[in-house]
């Protein structure tokens, strides 16, 4: 494991200018070094003794601050990390453009440099494809899976197509996340973002999904306009034997992990215990939450 903050000022100097200096989270701020890229990564402060490591992974063009909502919440059960991955958010970038397998092994090679073998992640758009590819690569080091609102695939070709659904999905969303996204967006620039897209649309979402041999939990937003309807879902998910919990909450659109934070930690909490879905006690009337499928090799519900 590498010192959580990299030597030399150079490397002092540009993280200075990548951020504010003023800290956006409750979770400690910190940076390491993997493969020469300086990585920015939030983590729990304290994390509770003994508790699993769970990772959360960011989608397109954004860093994992959109995230933190979610993260937030859980950090005081899981030891929670939230990294900008290579070439995202104020992460420096890799020598070569990273595709979704790419980042999968990034991801494996930042847990690494943490010292951890196992891990639970969660992820938000192109992070659950990054999230199949690390499973598939590394089926030994996943514990668990959540895959909130998965993007990529042929729902979200052609390019065209999918600009038009992220257009709609702003409109449904808080209007506080641009604020958030934004400079993200603008960093990540359209060179990237054009590259980033044809890699996402190649990779074979749906089919990785499906192969996860892992507990997994598919959360989805009634009105996201990137994600094909409850039906077909459900209807797609019923063709094989899988591992999958699928869970629909009423009234979020795609960025779940910032809009619905509460009902995403609480239903987080309850897929790990393995216990039944409920609605959130503590977010009465904002959303429901709906289970819509749950697969025929999925952990049973504990009676404890």
Not at 62 to 91: I, K, Q
Not at 93 to 102: E, N, R, S
Not at 258 to 279: N, Q
């Amino acid at each position: 494991m590498r010192d959580r903050v990299s030597t030399g000022s150079d490397a002092a100097e540009r993280r200075e200018r990548r951020g504010p200096k003023r800290p956006t989270t409750t979770l400690a701020e910190r940076w390491t070094n993997v493969d020469g890229v300086d990585v920015f990564f939030r983590e729990s402060p304290e994390p509770p003794s003994g508790a699993p490591v769970m990772m959360h992974v960011h989608g397109f063009g954004l860093s994992g601050r959109y995230l933190l909502p979610t993260a937030e919440r859980l950090a005081g059960d899981f030891h929670t990390l939230v990294p900008d991955l290579p070439g995202f958010g104020r992460s420096g970038k890799a020598a070569t453009a990273l595709d979704v397998p790419d980042l999968a092994h990034a991801a494996a090679r930042f847990l690494d440099d943490r010292g951890i073998e196992r891990v639970t992640l969660v992820g938000n758009s192109m992070g659950c494809p990054v999230i199949c590819e690390f499973a598939h690569h590394y089926p030994d080091r996943i514990e668990r899976a959540v895959l909130v609102s998965p993007a990529g695939g042929i729902f979200n070709q052609p390019l065209r197509r999918a600009m038009g659904q992220i257009s709609r999905d702003g409109t449904r969303e808080p209007p506080r996340l641009m604020r958030v996204v934004t400079p993200d967006y603008l960093r990540f620039g359209v060179p990237s973002t054009v590259r980033m897209f044809k890699a996402l649309t190649r990779y074979p979402s749906l089919e990785r999904m499906l192969a996860l041999r892992i507990p997994t939990l598919a959360v989805l937003g009634d009105r996201d306009p990137l994600m094909p309807g409850p039906e077909r879902v459900r209807y797609v998910a019923e063709q094989t034997d899988n591992h999958i919990l699928i869970v629909q909450i009423e009234g979020a659109a795609h960025a779940i992990n910032f809009s619905h934070s509460g009902e995403l930690a609480h239903l987080i909490r309850l897929f790990m215990a393995d216990r039944p879905i409920v609605d959130d006690p503590n977010s009465p009337g904002h959303a429901r939450l709906y289970e819509i499928h749950r697969g025929s090799q999925h952990p049973p519900i504990s009676e404890s």
